[in-house]
């Protein structure tokens, strides 16, 4: 049971245009959302998160929206650069969770062409 | 470098053989997890640790055992590999949700 999912296995678009990266949830309880950005062959890294009481958070080229009501986030990379071809995880958590675990989608590969 | 390492980065199994993935964090974090990475099945965890001395099972625990005798050391044993476990193995820790640092990857084939 997936409870945090990536429909787009891949992307790709041209650089200087806007990426779009979709991820849907099913769980209402979890509190707190985060994108990870992992290259080949190197273990994923932090990039952007966002919490349950916010529907947006910029951060430079990167934002990530938030839709409670339809259980959806998205993030948002404009201008798309070659480097930031990589695959991105969303992530969420419960809140107040002793384990801090976090759940994470499928990835998605994005692939900005020059 | 201050991080995650992990060891080894590559290894070769055959069916049945045992071996362990060691991970050393060296930021005094108190939790910790072992992922795997599956195409199409995104990072899934296998066993976490709150603190030394405990450890608790995650989404896909079978096949695996797991120590954390000493803070910083997080160990993952195969006693007996099957090519079902054939995967590229994460190890993070952390001080929260929001401070998840991973490890390079340990890429592990059964053959």
């Known amino acids: 049971d997936q409870q945090v999912k990536q429909n787009s296995p891949s992307l790709s678009v041209q650089e200087g245009r806007i990426s779009i990266l979709n991820c849907d949830y099913t769980?209402?309880?979890?509190?707190?959302f985060l994108w990870y950005k992992k290259y080949p062959a190197e273990g994923p890294t932090f990039l952007i998160s966002i919490s349950s009481i916010k529907d947006k958070n910029e951060d430079g080229r990167f934002t990530v929206f938030l839709n409670k009501s339809a259980k959806h986030l998205s993030l948002h990379i404009v201008p798309s650069q070659p480097g930031d071809s990589a695959v991105y995880f969303c992530a969420a958590s419960f809140p107040g969770g002793a384990t801090n675990k976090l759940i994470f989608g499928t990835g998605t590969l994005l692939a900005v062409q020059p | 470098n201050a991080g995650v390492t992990q060891t080894p980065k590559f290894r070769v199994l055959k069916t049945g053989q045992s071996m362990t993935l060691l991970c050393a964090q060296d930021?005094?974090?108190?939790?910790m997890y072992w992922y795997r990475q599956d195409p199409g099945m995104g990072l899934r965890l296998i066993h976490y640790s709150v603190g030394e001395g405990t450890t608790a099972k995650g989404e896909v625990p079978d096949g695996y055992n797991v120590s954390r005798l000493k803070k910083q050391n997080f160990l993952l044993g195969l006693e007996s590999a099957a090519p079902s476990q054939t995967s590229v193995y994460f190890c993070?820790?952390?001080?929260?949700?929001?401070?998840?640092?991973f490890g390079s990857g340990t890429r592990l084939t059964v053959v």
């Open positions: 769980n209402s309880m979890f509190d707190y």
């Open positions: 993070a820790s952390s001080y929260s949700s929001y401070g998840y640092t």
């Open positions: 930021m005094n974090h108190e939790y």
